[in-house]
C-alpha cells in the first residue's frame, strides 16, 4: 500500500473517543437501586425515538464510518457506501447502556433510513487491541476495496492506545460482514513523546501528488492542546515524526468550483468549523478567515456532536451525520436499557458566497411522511423600520462578533 504519510496540526479538538475514555466506566450495569429510582415515565417505550438511527437496546456513541471515498475525516462513527449498501459502523456496548466494552457494530441500509443490524465488525481478539477497539476510519483504496483504521488498547489500565488496519475477508461479499486483522497490527504506535494514553481516532486516508504515499492524521494531545499527529511511514509499522500544519479536511461544492471546510471540536463538545484550502503542496490547511479557529461556525446549536461526514457516490452529495448523547442519567440510560442515539443525515454544501456551510436533511427523509397535511391559508410579512438615532444602542465587542452563543450569554440572553 506504500508508505504512509500524516503531519500534524494544532487544532482545538476533543474527538470522540476521547469523549469515550473521559466516561466513567460502569461494571455494575444492571444497578437495582438505581433502577428503582427512576420515574416510570423515563422508561416510557413512546419516548423511544421512531426514526432516529439507534440499535434495539445498549450505548452507542458516534459514528466510526460510513464508508466511502472520504477526504479527511475525524473518526468515531463511520459510514460509507459499497456496493449498492450504505455501511455504518459504530461504537457500541454489547453488554450494557453505559461506556464500556466498545466494539464496532455494524449495520446496513439502501435509504439511510431503513437499517439492517449485521454482526460485530471489529472486537478484542489480537494483542493490539485486547483491551478495546476505539474510534477509526475507511478507506476506500484506489482497487475499491475499503481498509478500516482504527485505535486499538494493547495494555490494562494505562489504556495504551495503537493503530490497527483490518480488511473485508471477502471484498465481493457487498455486505462486509467479516473483518480480518493482518499479524503485523500495529501498524502505528505513539513514539515516546506522544501521550499514549491520548493517541487515537485515525482519520481516513488520502493520496495526494505524485510521490505514492498515503496520508492520515491521528488525534493526539500534548502541553495541554489537542492536536492532530503526523506520522511518516514505510508499512508495515509508522515510524518518525514530523510537525507540520494540517487539518481535517472535507472537500464541498462550491459555484463552479470547490473549497474545504475543517472541523474542530472542543472541550465543551460542540462541533465547530472553518472554511478554507487544503495546499496538497505544502500539506498544510489554510482558512479562509485569517484568524482562523478564532473565527470558527458552529455546524448545530443543539446537542450535536462527534459529527462526520462521507461523500455518497450514488447521489453525489456530501451527507453530515452526527450523535447526541441525550442528557439522561446514568440511572436513567441503565434502566431504559438503551443510551446514544443518531442525528438525522443532513445534506451539507456551500453557500455561493463560500463564508458557511448550508444543511438540509437528507431528501430520503421525505419517505418518512405518510399523511400529506396542505395549509391553505399563508401570510407574509415584511417590515421595514428606520432608527432615528443609534445612541441606545448596545456597544459590540469585536472580539463576540463571530460567537453568537457567547455574545448571547454575556448580554444576560
Not at 476533543?14 to 428503582?36: I, K, M, N, P
Not at 477509526?136 to 495494555?155: E, L, Q, R
Not at 481516532?201 to 491521528?218: I, N, S, Y
Not at 451525520?321 to 440511572?331: I, K, L, Q
Request: proline share 7%; glycine share 8%.
Amino acid at each position: 500500500m506504500g508508505a504512509l504519510v500524516v503531519r500534524f496540526a494544532w487544532a482545538w479538538l476533543l474527538l470522540l473517543q476521547l469523549a469515550g475514555a473521559s466516561h466513567v466506566v460502569y461494571r455494575d450495569f444492571e444497578t437495582e437501586a438505581a433502577t428503582e429510582k427512576v420515574p416510570p415515565s423515563i422508561v416510557d417505550p413512546l419516548l423511544r425515538t421512531g426514526y432516529h438511527f439507534q440499535p434495539p437496546k445498549n450505548w452507542i456513541n458516534g459514528n466510526l464510518d460510513l464508508l466511502t471515498v472520504i477526504e479527511v475525516e475525524r473518526a468515531c462513527f463511520h459510514a460509507m457506501y459499497y456496493e449498492g449498501w450504505y455501511h455504518f459502523f459504530y461504537q457500541y456496548n454489547p453488554e450494557g447502556a453505559v461506556w464500556d466494552n466498545i466494539v464496532w457494530a455494524h449495520s446496513v441500509s439502501r435509504d439511510l433510513i431503513n437499517w439492517h443490524a449485521l454482526e460485530t465488525a471489529i472486537e478484542p481478539s489480537i494483542p493490539a487491541d485486547k483491551y478495546g477497539c476505539w474510534s477509526g476510519s475507511a478507506t476506500t483504496m484506489p482497487d475499491g476495496t475499503p481498509v478500516i483504521m482504527y485505535t486499538g488498547v494493547n495494555s490494562p489500565g494505562v489504556k495504551h492506545q495503537v493503530q490497527n488496519i483490518a480488511y473485508p475477508k471477502n471484498a465481493s461479499d457487498p455486505m462486509l460482514r467479516e473483518w480480518v486483522k493482518p499479524d503485523h497490527n500495529p501498524v502505528i504506535v505513539p513514539e515516546t513523546d506522544i501521550n499514549a494514553t491520548e493517541f487515537r481516532d485515525p482519520t481516513t486516508a488520502w493520496l495526494a501528488g505524485d510521490d505514492g504515499h498515503w496520508r492520515l492524521l491521528v488525534g493526539s494531545a500534548a502541553r495541554g492542546r489537542l492536536t492532530w499527529r503526523g506520522l511518516r511511514v514505510p508499512e508495515p509499522r509508522l515510524q518518525g515524526v514530523e510537525e507540520g500544519e494540517a487539518a481535517r479536511c472535507t472537500r464541498l461544492p462550491r459555484g463552479c468550483g470547490s473549497a474545504r471546510t475543517s472541523t474542530r471540536l472542543d472541550v465543551r463538545r460542540y462541533d465547530y468549523y472553518t472554511v478554507g484550502t487544503y495546499d496538497q503542496k505544502d500539506e498544510r490547511y489554510v482558512p479562509d478567515d485569517p484568524a482562523g479557529d478564532e473565527h470558527h461556525l458552529r455546524y448545530d446549536y443543539g446537542n450535536f456532536y462527534a459529527s462526520k461526514t462521507f461523500y455518497d457516490p450514488a447521489k453525489q452529495r456530501r451527507v453530515l451525520w452526527g450523535w447526541a448523547n441525550e442528557s439522561d442519567t446514568r440511572d436513567h440510560d441503565v434502566a431504559k436499557g438503551w443510551a446514544g442515539i443518531q442525528a438525522i443525515p443532513r445534506k451539507v454544501w456551500l453557500d455561493f458566497s463560500g463564508k458557511q456551510l448550508l444543511q438540509w436533511p437528507i431528501e430520503e427523509v421525505e419517505a418518512l411522511r405518510h399523511q400529506p397535511v396542505t395549509l391553505r391559508t399563508r401570510a407574509d410579512v415584511e417590515v421595514t423600520f428606520e432608527l432615528s438615532s443609534l445612541d441606545c444602542a448596545e456597544p459590540l465587542d469585536p472580539a463576540l462578533a463571530h460567537d453568537a452563543e457567547r455574545l448571547c450569554g454575556c448580554q444576560g440572553r
